[in-house]
């Protein structure tokens, strides 16, 4: 799966964030270390989405988006 993110050049390196997946960031000295710890922390925050819904009724939806 492909999310889109976004980066930002700071002092420090790189700050990149989830725009879809509120409260998803992280960041790297390089852009390419920000742009490989924003996978670890997609990764966890999806886990945790799913261990906070795991006892929830959930629907699955379809939707088209351009």
Not at 33 to 46: H, Q, V
Not at 49 to 64: F, G
Request: aromatic content about 10%; glycine content about 4%.
């Amino acid at each position: 799966m492909k999310y889109r993110v976004n980066l930002k050049k700071t002092e420090e390196g790189y700050s990149v964030w989830v725009p879809r997946l509120p409260g998803c960031w992280s960041q790297g000295k390089s852009e390419a270390e920000a742009l490989e710890n924003i996978k670890d922390a997609i990764s966890a925050y999806l886990e945790t989405v799913d261990k906070l819904s795991a006892d929830k009724e959930t629907r699955y939806v379809e939707i088209a988006y351009a």
